[in-house]
């Protein structure tokens, strides 16, 4: 009796192996064809190729596989209007593919017409809504990647631009992952500068600028004191303006050469006006702790003190991503308390599965079982109908982890 259940599990272990590599779990309709058969269909067909890059186990490629590709809405407009195919990534034709359409990240789609020009791309880690729309506008022909890069083409041979086409490619081709300084940097010459305040070119510096003493950041650092309490009332976009200017500072100071860095610090925050703007100094400092001189007890009181002084006006998924970080990064008992305090307030915002699992993964440091019982089965009982696999395996693997620690 033993050999038959070693060969059926044997076929089984194959299948499902095989599955995984070439199509996924539910009814997308992926075509066992190359891309040279698929562009002959394209022709025939006039529908658009829909290739899907995916790395089997990865986890952020299995979360978008759940959330996105195995998505109803989105099968059906799939099956419906594009010819799908998924290369095996470690395949050499695979690889051909992956090199030919630039694809630097991973889950991606790309999607292409019969000529095989890319007319989109959709990369992980976005929602159902925004996929929709972007596979619609892939089908109507409109707002897609190749339709700003056909305009910016056209207005580039006549030497004359229109601004809000610019900007639009240059958020296309971030989006996408593709180079885009030479459009930004032509955006931005048609900029002047009382006009860098307006909220779309904030957006567009804090997105796009990667030189501390180019025009634009300079102007965004020297005033973001101003712009946080007279433009911005939400707390994301203070958040994104203090990300940014921290970021550029901590890059500079990395390739500088000098001898006294804590000075060259110090002088950078002068010349930008920052010793007297309470959150972005904070945030310099505490990079500067953590990614200078590496210093994590002192990043983490630094963090305690920008977290504590912001909590009432960040987003849950600001507070979520910081108790994460302390989660991975320190395990003394007083800071993953501090972080438990803080997951509670993210969850009175927002509840959201990724906050909960947040909550175990911080009860399992502190040892705390039945408090993490508890969070588990609540989650169980009370999400079961629209909790994927995915989530329900992740939460029991956590539960019986700290069952064998105890």
Known sequence: ???????????????????????????????????????????????????????????????????????????????????????????????????????????????????????????????????????????????????????????????????????????????????????????????????????????????????????EFTYLARNSNFLNTNRFSNYEKEYKIETSISAKCIAALEENKEIDIKDTLFSLMAYFNLIDNENVRLRVLMDYQRDILGNNTEYFNLLQEYTNMNIQDMGAEYINNTCIEIYENSKEKMLINQALIWNSEALSKEHRIEYFYTRVLLLKRLERKEELDYVYNKVMREEEGELSNYWKDKFRKVVLEIDKKI
């Open 1 to 215: 009796m033993i050999k038959p259940f070693i060969l059926t599990l044997f076929i089984l272990m194959v299948v499902t192996v095989s599955a995984q590599s070439v199509q996924p779990k539910d009814s997308m309709n992926f075509q066992n064809i190359d891309l040279k058969k698929a562009l002959k269909m394209s022709k025939k067909s006039k529908k658009k190729i829909m290739i899907f890059f995916s790395i089997a186990d990865n986890d952020d490629c299995l979360k978008f596989e759940e959330g996105f590709i195995e998505n109803r809405a989105v099968v059906d407009l799939y099956c419906s209007e594009f010819i799908n195919i998924r290369p095996i990534l470690d395949s050499k034709k695979g690889s051909s593919l992956v090199n030919e359409f630039n694809v630097k990240y991973f889950p991606c789609i790309v999607f292409v017409n019969s000529k095989k020009e890319v007319i989109d791309k959709i990369i992980g880690g976005i929602n159902i809504r925004e996929g929709l729309v972007i596979s619609r506008n892939v089908i109507n022909d409109k707002e897609t990647l190749k339709y700003y890069r056909d305009i910016y083409l056209k207005e580039k041979s006549k030497e004359n631009y229109s601004r809000k086409a610019l900007l639009h490619y240059a958020n296309k081709l971030y989006d996408t992952g593709e180079d885009y300084k030479e459009v930004i940097d032509k955006y931005f010459s048609l900029v002047d500068e009382p006009s860098l305040s307006d909220p779309n070119n904030i957006d567009a510096i804090i997105k796009f600028s990667d030189n501390i003493y180019s025009r």
